[in-house]
Nanobody, 120 residues
Framework: QVQLVQSGGGLVQAGGSLTLFCAAS????????MGWYRQPPGKERELVAG???????LYADSVKGRFTISRDDSRGTLELQMTNLKPEDTAVYYC??????????????WGRGAQVTVSP
């Protein structure tokens, strides 16, 4: 079992920055993959950025060059640094932890989510 506690989010103007935080604890096998997913209003939840325990990051095309994901397993933390935010980034952002099962689908464990709203 894995426990995920999120912090961060809020309201920001377009072009601004925010950082999301996630503290993870529990079975290390279920924390091989960690990532951030988001669910815009009226849309399905989608992967924003992911990172494995080997430190290999991946990003959705829509956020490449603007978002940076990082993890510190010695502290059990996961971060998402978001810069140059756009109104289309508005969504509820979720921290996720899962075993080595790939990024697709609703696998693993989920944080409560944090609202990020980007105004024009």
């Amino acid at each position: 079992q894995v426990q995920l506690v999120q912090s961060g989010g809020g309201l920001v103007q377009a072009g601004g920055s925010l950082t999301l935080f996630c503290a993870a604890s529990g079975n290390w096998y279920s924390r091989i993959l960690m990532g951030w997913y988001r669910q815009p209003p009226g849309k399905e939840r989608e992967l924003v950025a992911g990172i494995g325990q080997t430190g290999n990051p991946l990003y959705a095309d829509s956020v490449k060059g603007r978002f940076t994901i990082s993890r510190d397993d010695s502290r059990g933390t996961l971060e998402l640094q978001m810069t140059n935010l756009k109104p289309e980034d508005t969504a509820v952002y979720y921290c996720n932890s899962r075993p080595n099962v790939g990024w697709n689908g609703e696998d693993g464990f989920w944080g409560r989510g944090a609202q990020v709203t980007v105004s024009p």
